[in-house]
């Protein structure tokens, strides 16, 4: 694949401390890269670098002859004064701009009797055709509403002022306008923050599709998997390359990191032989020999061996819990919601029963505000629910992880601040177990104030620690951590001899954790099961539940309601597709002659007008509109009988699309102009594609995948939603273009 983007020896410091040491590496049209590191190794100062938002002190970047990069930021601005889709549509102002050009040239070409003219215009608008048909810039509107839903949008969140959105809002829009543009590189910092599970995976499956390269950062290692095909590691200044996802890098860093400690040990050891030879022998016999180790010394301290590249994932743990009953949580029929429009009470849950018995590790799935956080408040009694009760079992210590970590007092230092209530910890013992958490030296000693999102969970996950509970509740524990902190805290949970209940919007961290899932549904019902996210996917798949996280299409793949037809029903032709197949299929062969009709049919128009002209003005009108009735439709090679078509969609087929209306106007385009041969031609790529799609749902390995035949499911409804404005389109060029 063609080097894109060439980067060698980068350095940047901030103070005395260097974080970019010497950074080079190159990257190919195509490829996925995942940037990973320890939060504040670089990672966010390499892309503001790339995306030429800062300077570096040294290296070069090279980029190949046209090349976009587009960057999606951690904090965007948000004082813009128009609505969500007004500034979507900003990103693709070069789009709009082609296709009025387009219409110009058409216009142009209408108008203009010089035959060399029509052949200069023509070259023009094939030119900017081929550049609009390459990015898809004919259903605009269309490509805009899919994204922003892709994101998160509704419908209704489209006409709000950009001015009064939430900051996560604004890196969704944000991250909605990178993806229309589609820059030839695409540089991500955590685009998926903020984003649920639908959103989430609605962008994986964009960003494997799309053509252009991208350089992901994320900390959702279940999102690296499934995006990623190469893997640069960011430690000490200096960028390592690994081919492969996540989980390949998992594995052969572990092998790099073997080889890396024998060569460094093996350098140390021939170190420390040769200053004991020198020392010892200094004088005496062996002078000379000593000499000649002093020489080699020399050699091997000009060029010594690299410090394995290891990353050390914290020892975080928690103490070995007290004995609690058989059954820490009885739930049964419990109940709540919240005051809607009108004064309704609108539900969360209902009738919610289940046990939580000692020594389980819960995932509370579902989501954003189905009542995840409701209901653990509910569980600890800080909210009263609304009917059904909570009973808690004998011998509980609880320990409650909220999200906006109110358990740390912002004024103390973090030493103190994670000093237990009910038992005595001396400061030694408190800062070893900051130290396991990862906090050390200075950081001990700052106020809680003055930390960082990741140092901040870190310490409020140390004074977890300390409280010494058997019961840990956890809403989103895993957020601001870094990959390494996350195995570390997954570690620590699953060796806990106690009770674990937690959120997570973490795949990776559900699936390492969980062994019963709580799945809270947006209707207000719930599901549980034994296992942890693969086994909630597999149910899914296989049918077995509805995904909570799919609100436009819930029904699985196996659950197609009965008035709705499958894909491979919906591919009975109708009489007028079937026409326009045959006709197609004969265009796509004489392409030529088409073009020849195409002109041929201009100069008639031209000779038309002439004719009109020369009439009588009071006829003016009426032979117009006979010449429109009378002309053969042959001189089209794309004209179809769309009467069929019309009465489908509630239009009368007598009607004439340019027959003035009682204002006495035209009727004016919905599409842009296009040629109807490239039209018929599209349709016809398009509804193979579609036939192609059937067969893979016939092929046994693609149907005992579940994700696979959902995936395809989407792109047969993708594809139809696009032939039906193709159909229009269609319809409109043969009523309008001359």
């Not at 390995?701 to 035949?709: F, L, P, Q, T, Y």
Request: charged letters at 30%; aromatic letters at 8%.
């Amino acid at each position: 694949m063609e080097v894109i983007l060439s980067v060698e020896h980068l350095r940047k410091h901030f103070s005395a401390e260097a974080v970019l040491v010497d950074v080079s590496f190159q990257l190919r049209a195509g490829d996925k890269v995942g940037l990973v590191g320890p939060n504040g190794c670089g990672k966010t100062t390499l892309l503001n670098i790339l995306a030429n938002r800062e300077e570096s002190e040294k290296g070069s970047i090279d980029k190949a002859a046209g090349t976009a990069i587009g960057y999606l930021e951690q904090r965007p601005d948000t004082d813009i004064d128009r609505t969500i889709i007004e500034e979507a549509r900003l990103a693709l102002t070069q789009l709009i701009e082609m296709q009025h050009k387009a219409e110009r040239i058409a216009s142009e070409m209408a108008k203009t009797t010089n035959d060399t003219e029509l052949l200069k215009l023509s070259a023009q608008y094939d030119k900017i055709h081929e550049f609009l048909q390459r990015h898809d810039a004919y259903q605009l509107d269309h490509r805009v509403a899919r994204i922003l839903h892709g994101v998160g949008f509704t419908d209704d969140d489209f006409d709000k002022s950009v001015q009064n959105i939430s900051g996560g809002e604004m890196n969704r829009l944000n991250l909605a306008k990178l993806l229309l543009e589609e820059p030839d590189i695409m540089l991500l910092d955590e685009p998926s923050n903020h984003l649920d599970l639908a959103a989430t995976e609605w962008l994986e499956s964009f960003l494997q599709e799309t053509s252009a390269a991208v350089i992901l950062v994320s900390h959702d290692r279940y999102f690296l998997d499934r995006v990623t095909n190469r893997t640069f590691e960011l430690y000490r200044g200096t960028v390592d390359d690994y081919p492969g996802n996540f989980s390949k890098y998992v594995l052969l860093k572990e092998e790099r990191l073997a080889v890396q400690t024998r060569t460094y040990e093996k350098y140390v050891e021939e170190v420390e032989k040769a200053k004991e030879f020198i020392r010892r022998n200094h004088y005496g016999m062996k002078a000379a020999q000593a000499e000649d180790r002093r020489k080699k010394l020399d050699r091997l301290m000009e060029t010594p061996a690299e410090l394995p590249r290891k990353i050390d994932v914290p020892s975080m743990n928690f103490p070995k819990p007290s004995r609690a009953g058989d059954i820490i949580f009885r739930v049964e029929d419990l109940s709540k919601g919240f005051g809607g429009e009108g004064g309704e009470v609108v539900p969360l849950f209902q009738n919610l029963t289940f046990n939580i018995e000692r020594g389980e590790r819960w995932g509370i799935l579902g989501p954003n505000g189905c009542g995840k956080t409701t209901f653990l408040r509910c569980l600890l009694g800080e909210i009263v629910a609304d009917g059904g009760v909570v009973i808690h079992g004998a011998g509980l210590r609880v320990g409650y992880f909220d999200q906006q970590l109110h358990v740390l007092d912002d004024a103390m230092q973090v030493v103190d601040a994670i000093r237990p209530a009910k038992k005595i910890l001396e400061e030694p013992a408190r800062r070893n177990l900051l130290g396991a958490f990862g906090l050390t030296g200075d950081q001990q000693l700052q106020s809680v104030s003055s930390l960082s999102g990741g140092q901040r969970c870190r310490a409020a996950l140390a004074k977890l620690s300390a409280d010494d509970a058997n019961v840990l509740i956890l809403d989103e524990p895993t957020n601001h951590l870094d990959i390494w902190a996350r195995s570390g805290l997954e570690k620590a949970l699953r060796e806990f001899g106690g009770t674990v209940l937690f959120i997570s919007h973490d795949r990776y961290f559900v699936d390492r954790v969980a062994d019963h899932i709580l799945v809270m549904q947006p209707n207000a019902q719930f599901k549980t099961l034994e296992g942890n996210y693969s086994t909630f996917r597999q149910m899914v798949s296989k049918g077995l539940m509805s995904d909570p996280f799919n609100t436009i299409n819930s029904p699985s793949q196996n659950e197609i309601p009965p008035n709705q037809k499958t894909p491979q029903q919906d591919t009975k032709k109708t009489s007028q597709q079937q026409k326009f197949d045959s006709r197609t299929k004969t265009n796509l062969t004489n392409k030529q002659i088409a073009q020849n009709n195409w002109k041929e049919a201009a100069r008639q128009k031209e000779h038309e007008k002439k004719t009109n002209l020369e009439q009588p003005q009071n006829q003016h009108y009426t032979n117009r509109q006979n010449t429109k009735h009378t002309t053969p439709k042959k001189q089209h090679t794309g004209i179809r009988d769309v009467e069929h078509w019309k009465i489908r969609q509630g239009k009368d087929p007598n009607k004439q699309a340019n027959t003035p209306n009682k204002t006495g106007e035209k009727r004016t385009r919905k599409f842009p102009f296009r040629k109807i041969s490239d039209i018929e031609e599209e349709i016809f790529a398009r509804e193979t594609q579609i036939m192609s799609l059937n067969d893979d749902l016939l092929k046994p390995e693609i149907a005992r995948d579940g994700e696979r035949v959902r995936s395809i499911y989407a792109e047969i409804r993708e594809e139809q939603e696009k032939i039906s404005f193709l159909y229009e389109h269609w319809e409109e060029s043969s009523e309008l273009n001359w």
